[in-house]
């Protein structure tokens, strides 16, 4: 290996570490703005903030041109992952706790997988299977706390439902956004949708009628998810994908989990019961195994 690829290599690990601190720092840092801010309204800041944070790194594109044909694409892309999967994230953040929001974000990866499955008829073998079923456990006992009594009642609130649906739609996003990358530029993707879908969350917001209520307090919580915890994070995230491919990159993204709980713990001062740290090492266990199933499924998760 050459000195140039050394220091390449280098920087994708390094990118791909902090990309995962930062993105398990997200549900702690909205955690407490949540209290007071409302939602819908505080995903259409942070998706307009991440786009805003992208402009730097869209600036030095040249030659931009989006064919007509790109456009239902790229609004699918938007409504799925910048509007429906970010509103029903920060409802369920509101309603449940930042550590198991922490592990149940790891089921985007799963997801992302199983549509991969179904949509590209790619082909798994038993050890791809055993992945899905450990995450798919993991998420159980986070939902459940391991109150197997009766499934549906013991379920702790809807919060938790919410997280894992905004997970699905951020795989289907994921999914969509592979195929626009080879299309579109992907940094005028990335400030496309958020400025799209935080617009229309936003122009929403105003016509339910929906209360800026933000506190001067919580300003730096919000520049930080939005323009760190999404916008700098992703642009980390894809520097990483270029440096290391994206099975190195997805196993160290995965570790945002153990940064999240810290975090929750340090800074919310969650408990962390046994239960979640048995969801981590099975859900970990999981997303390892179907990261390393095959090169076909590596690309998955690019977006």
Partial sequence: MTQP???????????AVLCAILVGSISTASKPVLANTNPLMYAALVYLLASLASVPLSYKTKGF?????DWPLILAITISGAVLAPSLFFIGLEQTTASDTTILSNSETIFTVLFALI?????????????VALVLIGVIIVTTNLQFSNFLSNLKNEGDLLIISSMALWALDNNMSKIASHRIDISRLVQLKGFIG????FI???VAKIPVNIMPTEIPNILLVGMVG?????????HSLKR????????IYSTGTVFGLMFASVFLHEKIGWYQILAIV???????????????????HQN
């Fill in 230 to 238: 999404f916008g700098i994070s992703l642009y980390l995230f894809l």
């Fill in 244 to 251: 290391i491919g994206t099975v190195k990159t997805m196993l």
């Fill in 65 to 69: 041109q989006i064919r007509l044909r």
């Fill in 198 to 201: 935080g617009g229309i969350l």
């Fill in 204 to 206: 929403f917001a105003l």
């Fill in 282 to 300: 099975l859900m970990l266990t999981g997303i390892y195994l179907v990261t390393k199933e095959s090169k076909n499924v590596e690309k998955v």
């Fill in 119 to 131: 949509f590209f008829k790619e082909k798994l073998r038993p050890r791809g299977y055993l992945a």
């Fill in 5 to 15: 690829n050394i220091k390449s290599t280098r920087i994708g690990y390094a990118s």
